[in-house]
C-alpha cells in the first residue's frame, strides 16, 4: 500500500513539474531537432538497468505503447515488425528499435512476454536489435514530454496516438510517421535522414488532422466535419476569386470604352 501511494505521488509530483503527457488531449507535437533526455535510465526485457545514451549509438525508431492495451498498440508492433523485413536495411547495423511501455506499472517480464510476440518473424539475431523498455513515473513522464507524445487516461486503459520516431545517434528527433503500418521506403529515408541528423517533417501530418482518436471504439475516424470546411473553404475562395477577376474584366472593358 505505501509502496503504491508513493508510487502514484512520485507521479503527481511528475505532472505538476514537467507537464502533462496523462491529460485531456490525445495527440503529438513535434518536437523536432529536439534531443532526449539520453541520461533517463529505463529497464531492458532482461531487468537490466540501461540509459538511453547507452543504447542509443545509431538510428534508432522509438515507439510507445502500453503491454495491455487492447487496441492500436499491437498493430503499431506488429507494423514495425512487417516493415522491418521489406527494406533492404539491416537491423542492428543500419539501425534499432526500442520500445518504451507508458505504463509504469508494466514490468520487464511483461515486456519479454511482448517482445516474444512480434519477433518470430525476425529471427534471432534482429530480436537483439529490437528492445523493450520499461520505467517509473518519473522516467516515462519525462520522455513522453521530450516527444511530445501526449495521451488521455479512460478508466483502466490509455487513449493514445499511434507513431514511431526517428532518432538520430546523438538522440536528436529527426522524424514522426504516424499510423499502425509504414511504407519500406518512408522507414528507409527515415533511417538515412537520421544517420546524417537531417529533420524533416513528415507529410503524413496531415492525416493526424483529417482523423480522429475515439477512445470508445479505440480507432481513427476520418474528421468528415473538418474536410467538409476546408472543401466549403477552397470552394468559395474559388468562387469569390473567379468573381474579382470578372470584375476586374469588366472595369476594363468600361474604362476602355
Not at 468573381?243 to 468600361?254: A, C, D, E, H, P
Request: aromatic residues 10%.
Amino acid at each position: 500500500m505505501k509502496k503504491n501511494l508513493f508510487t502514484l505521488g512520485l507521479l503527481f509530483l511528475s505532472l505538476l513539474s514537467l507537464g502533462q503527457p496523462f491529460g485531456n488531449e490525445i495527440g503529438i507535437d513535434e518536437h523536432l531537432n529536439d534531443t532526449l533526455p539520453l541520461d533517463l535510465a529505463f529497464s531492458n526485457e532482461q531487468n537490466q538497468l540501461v540509459t538511453l545514451r547507452q543504447l542509443i549509438d545509431r538510428p534508432t525508431i522509438l515507439a510507445f505503447v502500453y503491454f495491455d492495451c487492447p487496441g492500436l498498440c499491437s498493430p503499431l508492433q506488429e507494423g514495425i515488425a512487417d516493415v522491418v523485413g521489406k527494406t533492404d536495411l539491416v537491423l542492428g547495423k543500419d539501425y534499432q528499435i526500442i520500445t518504451i511501455s507508458f505504463n509504469f506499472k508494466d514490468t520487464p517480464e511483461k515486456a519479454a512476454q511482448k517482445k516474444a510476440n512480434f519477433i518470430t518473424k525476425m529471427g534471432a539475431e534482429n530480436a537483439k536489435s529490437w528492445y523493450y523498455l520499461t520505467g517509473d513515473s518519473l522516467a516515462v513522464v519525462k520522455i513522453l514530454n521530450s516527444v511530445g507524445y501526449k495521451i488521455k487516461i479512460t478508466g483502466l486503459d490509455y487513449a493514445h496516438p499511434s507513431a514511431i520516431i526517428a532518432i538520430s545517434p546523438q538522440g536528436k528527433i529527426t522524424r514522426y510517421l504516424y499510423g499502425t503500418s509504414f511504407f519500406p521506403f518512408d522507414l528507409k529515408m527515415a533511417v538515412v535522414e537520421a544517420q546524417k541528423g537531417i529533420s524533416r517533417p513528415t507529410v503524413n501530418r496531415i492525416l493526424d488532422f483529417c482523423y480522429n482518436y475515439e477512445p470508445e471504439g479505440k480507432r481513427y475516424t476520418l474528421e468528415i466535419t473538418k474536410l467538409v470546411g476546408i472543401f466549403t473553404l477552397i470552394v468559395l475562395g474559388a468562387f469569390f476569386g473567379i468573381l474579382l477577376i470578372r470584375n476586374r474584366r469588366k472595369s476594363k472593358n468600361t474604362t476602355s470604352n
